[in-house]
């Protein structure tokens, strides 16, 4: 069986920055895992500005942090199109590559593997089943990675940071969203971000909910509920944003301890596992690109310690 | 000039393609006409995948004979084509004094059914089995032949099958018109128009429309609405077995089952409504089949939903089935094929064969040497292609890039991300497309472009030569002409 000192589950900024200190600290034998075609993380497909290494915010745009930590880590061990298929019972990985299924195993094991919005299903929004409805994440991926126009006027769910994001990727396909539907969230942005997002001539709904999605083939119209009352507003997209959920495909059956959607850790990033840690985003709270760098390193420093 | 056939079906649900595998496979030229984009676009789209034995359906009803007729002949069969079987068994559970009383009911209904392998389980029993079960149980009724199967796969197969025998399936083929020529049908649709002997109807949610094509209905079509919730897979291990409620005067009740996709679902309820095609869902419906699952499970509750879905159950006023061959007519109406559709397909079809060498000519005695057509599995718990290497796109599922470019070829391919999702599972995760749906879409749609696919009737000898510029016309320019 193959075998590591270290091994990160994820190529994104937290998985990318533990590899990258660990190996500045001399830790020889690390191998990061990732299962799309390139690493980098969500900022592959956030062609916004806002990014920066090892800080909150800067003036990169996402595509350029992600070639930044590509760049940075190219000397690493680095294996793309390689999905952790789960944990064994003794704690080792099932790993899959184009070329089948390897059990590996590893003395210490990272878990990095981010966090993704709630789905529609997730949220229990009724309605018709139909295309055009979609998370943030899909949204730019068909925008930045595929060059799609994928509606000419959404209806932007959510009051979180990414829904502003989301709101300026529209702005970037010149497409003037219907409007914004702010749900209330325990992680709402700024209320500024209102302000802003009117002065680009967007429609702020505030404690109003979506009640449901309706269209025969496509979206034509999403009802919303205010005060009690029900009405229709027309629209050819929905945009689910926000909601974040730490990816938990790994440890959900129960191989970790939870605390709510998130595993349970301690401040030494230690699940309830020995020698299986978690960093980022997995964590369950939502951060910026450069704020899970800068847990990576602090995680490094902990294995190294 | 146009190519006739021996036998047109309308309708490609699960009952359409067995019926038509049927017939094909007995050496008969034959069509299916398939309103929807793509197979299974109506009552099959949505249901409850599950293969019942008959234990509670009415004594003595032809539902019940084609019910066992086709459990036997899926089990028959299944092999051959690569189909599932998830052998769960099912279980009644009682939760109050009342229910308990009605067991026995269920239990000497099932004996009298020939489902004699049922057995009263305690409220110890029911905990040994199922452990993670409400405490508030009381008492069971174990049914050890009810089981789980991929409902998508199974009419698909049939549909290959037939195909291989000789069968045509045509798409986006809405009978817009239905006339007797020299005794044979003509069936006009916008893929041109067909000709036929015999017709038979196994329109689904549509059956009464197409049925006053010929004769004033003897049914209605009230269609019947099922929402579901689908839990994420860590829930599947919390029950073993199928668990079906006691059921009231008024309804047969909402079941908790595992899929076989490695899921737990709830549902359906049953709502009257005139939606024929898109059930929707809502939201106060589906927090309700949540509580109740958690109410049943409790451990559920710290387990996320991953999908939610409507079916419609093509339901009319008569209990029973509606199959009947009107042979001054040329015409074999098969009608009200509720939730059992999917068990009894294969029956159905060995009864509608039946009923065509009784009224309308002799099928040949000794059938032609079956050509198996075996399906890719899908099933979570046998051999998946992701085992053996490839680059896995939908994450969620494990589903290869190797799988969605086959599903988008052959020679029933996918026609939309919704027939794509039905042949592959790609998409239907915990993301629900956060992560590939987008290059899902592009990896489907690049094989659909190099692959020129046009209309399923690319053959011109089956259309009248003035329409024959018709079924060259892409898809998506049919679609926009009819939707202007």
């Not at chain 2, 009263?120 to 174990?142: D, F, H, N, V, Y």
Request: aromatic share 6%; with cysteine; net charge positive.
């Amino acid at each position: 069986m193959e075998h590591h000192d270290v091994i990160i589950i994820g190529g994104g900024p937290s998985g990318l920055a533990t590899a990258l200190a660990l190996s500045q600290a001399g830790v020889k034998d690390v191998v990061v895992l990732e299962r799309e075609t390139e690493a980098g993380g969500i900022p592959r497909h956030c062609g916004h500005k806002g990014f920066a290494p090892y800080k909150n915010f800067g003036l990169m745009t996402g595509p350029n942090l992600a070639r930044f930590l590509r760049d940075q880590t190219k000397t690493l061990d680095i294996r793309t199109s390689t999905t952790v298929l789960e944990f064994t019972l003794r704690g080792n990985l099932r790993v899959h590559s184009a070329q089948g299924i390897v059990e590996m195993s590893a003395g210490k094991i990272v878990l990095a593997t981010g966090t993704r919005e709630s789905s529609r299903a997730a949220r229990l929004i009724g309605g018709n089943r139909i295309k055009g409805v979609m998370n943030t994440g899909e949204l730019q991926q068909r925008v930045y990675l595929n060059g799609e126009k994928p509606f000419k006027r959404p209806v932007i769910v959510g009051s979180e940071w990414v829904s502003y994001s989301t709101l300026l990727t529209c702005r970037q396909l010149q497409v003037n969203p219907v409007m914004m539907l702010g749900e209330e969230s325990e992680h709402a942005a700024p209320g500024y971000f209102t302000f802003g997002a009117q002065l680009l001539g967007t429609k702020v709904v505030k404690g109003a909910k979506l009640a449901a999605i309706r269209g025969r083939h496509s979206v034509e119209a999403v009802e919303i509920e205010q005060n009690g009352k029900r009405r229709t507003v027309e629209c050819d997209a929905v945009v689910l944003t926000g909601r974040f959920r730490s990816e938990s495909a790994l440890y959900a059956s129960g191989f970790l301890e939870r605390e709510g959607h998130a595993p349970k850790m301690t401040e030494q990033f230690e699940t309830s596992r020995p020698n299986i840690f978690a960093v980022g985003n997995v964590l369950g709270h939502l951060e910026t690109a450069g704020r899970c760098m800068l847990q990576g390193r602090e995680l490094a420093r902990v294995l190294c310690a | 000039m146009s190519e006739r056939f021996d036998i047109a079906v309308i309708g490609c649900g699960v009952v359409g393609l067995a019926i038509l595998r049927r017939f094909a496979m007995a050496g008969l030229k034959c069509v299916a006409l398939e309103k929807g984009a793509d197979i299974l676009s109506g009552a099959s789209k949505g249901n409850s995948a599950l293969l019942h034995t008959g234990f509670d359906a009415p004594p003595k009803s032809l539902e019940l004979v084609c019910m066992q007729a086709g459990y036997a002949e899926y089990l028959d069969i299944r092999q051959k084509l690569n189909l599932p079987l998830l052998e769960t068994s099912a279980i009644v559970a009682a939760w109050s004094d009342d229910e308990v009383a009605k067991l026995e009911a269920i239990e000497s209904k099932a004996r009298t059914n020939g489902v004699a392998d049922v057995k009263r389980l305690s409220q110890t029993e029911l905990r040994i089995r199922e452990p993670q079960l409400a405490k508030t149980a009381r008492a069971g009724l174990l049914v050890p032949g009810e089981h789980v199967i991929d409902p998508w796969s199974a009419p698909l197969a049939y549909a290959l099958q037939a195909i291989a025998h000789g069968a045509r399936i045509i798409r986006d083929a809405e009978i817009t018109r239905a006339w007797r020529d020299n005794g044979d049908w003509q069936l006009a649709t916008p893929q041109g128009t067909v000709s036929a002997r015999v017709v038979v109807n196994a329109a689904g949610l549509y059956g009464d429309h197409v049925e006053a094509l010929v004769h004033e209905a003897q049914f209605k079509i009230s269609p019947r609405k099922g929402q579901f919730v689908v839990f994420d897979k860590p829930a599947a291990k919390l029950l073993r077995a199928i668990l079906l409620p006691v059921p009231t005067e008024r309804t047969k009740g909402v079941v908790l089952f595992r899929t076989i996709f490695g899921n737990l679902a709830i549902g359906p309820t049953a709502e009257e409504t005139d939606e024929r095609e898109n059930a929707s869902t809502d939201t106060a419906t589906l927090e309700k089949l949540r509580a109740r699952a958690i109410e049943m499970l409790p451990a559920l509750k710290d387990v996320s939903v991953t999908a939610i879905y409507a079916g419609l159950r093509p339901a009319t006023e008569h209990n029973d089935y509606v199959i009947e061959a009107h042979k001054a007519e040329n015409w074999i109406t098969v009608a009200g094929i509720r939730s059992t559709g999917l068990t009894s397909s294969l029956g159905i079809a060995q009864h509608v064969a039946k009923l065509y060498g009784k009224h309308f000519g002799k099928l040949p005695k000794k059938l032609p040497a079956p050509i198996w057509t075996p399906v890719p599995n899908l099933a979570e718990h046998a051999i998946r292609p992701y085992m053996k290497g490839g680059e896995i796109i939908c994450h969620c599922e494990w589903v290869t890039r190797g799988e969605i470019e086959a599903a988008a070829q052959g020679p029933l391919p996918a026609r939309d991300l919704g027939g794509l999702k039905r042949r592959t599972r790609a998409t239907m995760g915990r993301c629900q497309g956060f992560y590939c749906a987008a290059h899902v879409s592009a990896t489907f749609e690049k094989v659909r472009a190099n692959s020129g696919q046009v209309a399923d009737l690319a053959d011109k000898n089956l259309l009248p030569p003035n329409e024959s510029a018709r079924f060259l016309v892409g898809r998506a320019e049919a679609r926009g002409r009819k939707a202007r």
